[in-house]
């Protein structure tokens, strides 16, 4: 295992998409929809575009690299080859219940009152699921040998995977959540096999549908997490901010935060810095280690000065000990312009080394 300094730095996941790989616009469409290059080109273009996601990293000096995720057209979409699922024939959603509120306010103006619900679609559950063999498999092992730092792979995690299927088989969210947990165990397992340094699964919806999800959330997390070797982490957030046109702090987020602290998780990562979060909301985490999301990610944020970040932290400090607190962007990277993603991840790594000066024992 590698010796991992104080205040690790890391992306959340995904890394800047290169306009010349793919169309940003399509990104909601299904997945695979959105590459710019022919299906022949296309397996070369998406190695040189993780070479340059590690690239970025390792200039910037982040302590765990990811491949950016650079293979994936969404952190969702890319394990709809789930056996049991079908991508093809779409079902209609009716469940658009959430615990968010006024805490996030989009880009698109809100339908009248007395307008009809638009139709949206997702991916059916049509038979009972199953891990169909690896699907990281071989992407990991591409950054196991190109990182120059410790290695961290991300995968969805089973309760943001079942909001976001039409359930034709379980009956029930819970069981649906259930069978993807232990999928996603498999699946994870066969990461770990190879040597990861990092393991995160990713819960969005824990926060954005916590009152649905609560009674069975742990349960399904530990399933989908039993076994491993690897460091694990969960990252729980407000979405991306490309959409959103304002975030503000939600009261759920801590009770979200409580119940991924009662798991075995080693690492809670959270989005903190656009909503406007305080030092109190930490507690909710327990004795966790913190990844705080020190980068506000939204498209028209300015670059963070390392003397930003480090406030930011040193605030986290005042509840959370220097050894349990690791930095972050927010979310995902993917929608930003390089130059500015590139000039983010820096000025957080050299935080990092302000803190670790200050703090180091």
């Not at 992407?139 to 040998?145: D, I, N, V, W």
């Not at 975030?247 to 801590?254: E, M, R």
């Not at 935060?257 to 998780?265: N, R, Y």
């Not at 406007?276 to 020190?294: E, F, I, Q, R, S």
Request: net charge negative; glycine share 6%; hydrophobic share 40%.
């Amino acid at each position: 295992m590698c010796d991992t300094p104080l205040f690790a730095t890391q992306l959340v996941g995904s890394w800047v998409k290169p306009s010349w790989l793919c169309n940003h616009e399509l990104v909601y469409g299904p997945e695979g929809s959105w590459w710019k290059l022919p299906a022949a080109d296309l397996p070369a273009a998406l190695d040189d575009a993780v070479e340059v996601a590690l690239a970025d990293q390792g200039r910037a000096g982040l302590t765990y690299q990811t491949d950016g995720e650079q293979r994936r057209q969404s952190f969702s979409g890319y394990f709809y080859q789930i056996d049991g699922i079908d991508s093809e024939q779409m079902g209609v959603v009716t469940n658009f219940d959430n615990d968010i509120g006024d805490s996030i306010k989009l880009k698109s103006p809100a339908p009248p009152p007395d307008a009809p619900k638009p139709t949206f679609e997702q991916p059916r559950v049509v038979s009972e699921l199953s891990w169909p063999g690896p699907m990281l498999e071989e992407a990991t092992q591409f950054l196991k040998e190109r990182a120059t730092g410790q290695t961290k792979v991300t995968m969805i995690g089973p309760c943001t995977l079942a909001l976001r299927l039409v359930d034709e088989k379980y009956g029930s969210l819970q069981e649906l959540t259930l069978a993807l947990a232990d999928v996603i165990n498999e699946e994870l397992r066969s990461i770990d096999a190879l040597g990861v340094d990092l393991i995160q699964i990713d819960e969005p919806e824990v926060h954005f549908r916590y009152s649905q999800v609560s009674g069975f959330a742990a349960e399904a997390i530990e399933r989908a997490l039993a076994g491993l070797s690897a460091r694990t982490a969960i990252h729980m957030c407000y979405g991306y901010a490309r959409s959103k046109a304002e975030k503000s702090a939600n009261p759920v987020y801590g009770k979200a935060l409580q119940l991924l602290a009662g798991t075995s998780v080693d690492d809670i990562s959270l989005e903190y810095a656009q909503p406007g979060h305080v030092p109190d909301l930490l507690a909710n985490a327990g004795d966790k280690t913190v990844v705080l999301g020190v980068l506000n990610l939204h498209p028209d944020a300015p670059v963070e000065t390392p003397e930003d970040i480090v406030t930011l932290a040193e605030g986290a400090l005042s509840v959370v000990a220097p050894e349990r607190l690791r930095l972050a962007p927010d979310c995902g990277m993917w929608f930003l312009p390089r130059a500015k993603a590139v000039a983010k991840i820096k000025a957080m790594e050299a935080a990092a080394r302000i803190l670790r000066a200050r703090y180091s024992p």
